[in-house]
């Protein structure tokens, strides 16, 4: 199934969107499955589940974190992590330039936006990302690049709201991106939409989704 829910997905997908295939909780036989398919961006939300399966799935695969991220747990993704989505502190973006460092490499980062109308949802509201993006402490933080913004709408089906909050973020996202920023900044990705949600997104100014139980299946826990 999973080689067919993948084709069946990347075949609808305009040729701007990055796909980027959800494999939490999965084993790593379905991720073979998926790599065998063509697949070759993964998403993970535990950092400790994502190395373990770097360690065993061939080395061109791109990992992305998706997770809520702990910062002192950076250091076991740092030398192989290829984008993190949900980053909601300069506190956390420190941490990864000083892992970076270490390993001498840039590592990409989104910033994650808060645009859910729920209290539970992890992100930044847009003027704390606009200080992030203006503060100098991020002039010196070199090796990390913020590469664009990641959102995740209310868990709804009222299709008017999450037009309105996808379009909200694409609004700020245009905005930024042609602004003067720093030279380790330089927005491109807007990640943007879910198995439930990814063609509203989509529609609505999303260049990268995250698409999980439409490709694995129903996961039987979080
Ligand atoms: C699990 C998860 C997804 C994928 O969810 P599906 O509904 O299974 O497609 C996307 N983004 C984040 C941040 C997730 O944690």
């Given at each position: 199934m999973i080689t067919k829910n993948l084709q069946h997905i990347k075949a609808s997908l305009p040729e701007h969107v990055t796909l980027v295939?959800?494999?939490?909780?999965?084993p790593v036989v379905d991720l073979q499955e998926a790599y065998n398919a063509g697949q070759r961006i993964f998403g993970e939300n535990k950092i400790q589940e994502m190395a373990e399966k770097f360690d065993v799935l061939p080395k061109d695969i791109k990992w992305h974190m998706i997770g809520h991220l702990q910062s002192n747990k950076v250091k076991y993704m740092a030398h192989f992590?290829?984008?993190?989505?949900g980053v909601d502190k300069l506190k956390t973006l420190k941490e990864i330039n000083k892992q970076a460092k270490k390993h001498n490499r840039i590592i990409n980062c989104l910033l994650q936006a808060?645009?859910?109308?729920?209290?539970t949802k992890f992100g930044l509201s847009f003027e704390e990302i606009e200080s992030i993006l203006q503060s100098?402490?991020?002039?010196?933080?070199?090796?990390?690049?913020?590469v664009g913004f990641m959102g995740m709408a209310t868990f709804t089906e009222n299709q008017e709201q999450l037009q309105e909050e996808f379009l909200l973020l694409k609004n700020f996202f245009q905005k930024h991106k042609t602004a003067n920023k720093s030279a380790n900044c330089e927005l491109t990705i807007l990640s943007m939409g879910m198995s439930a949600d990814y063609n509203l997104a989509i529609e609505n100014g999303s260049t990268m989704v995250r698409v999980g139980s439409s490709i694995f299946g129903n996961r039987n826990y979080n």
């Open positions: 295939a959800v494999s939490k909780t999965k992590v290829d984008l993190i989505h808060k645009i859910a109308k729920e209290e100098n402490d991020l002039t010196t933080l070199e090796n990390i690049k913020i």
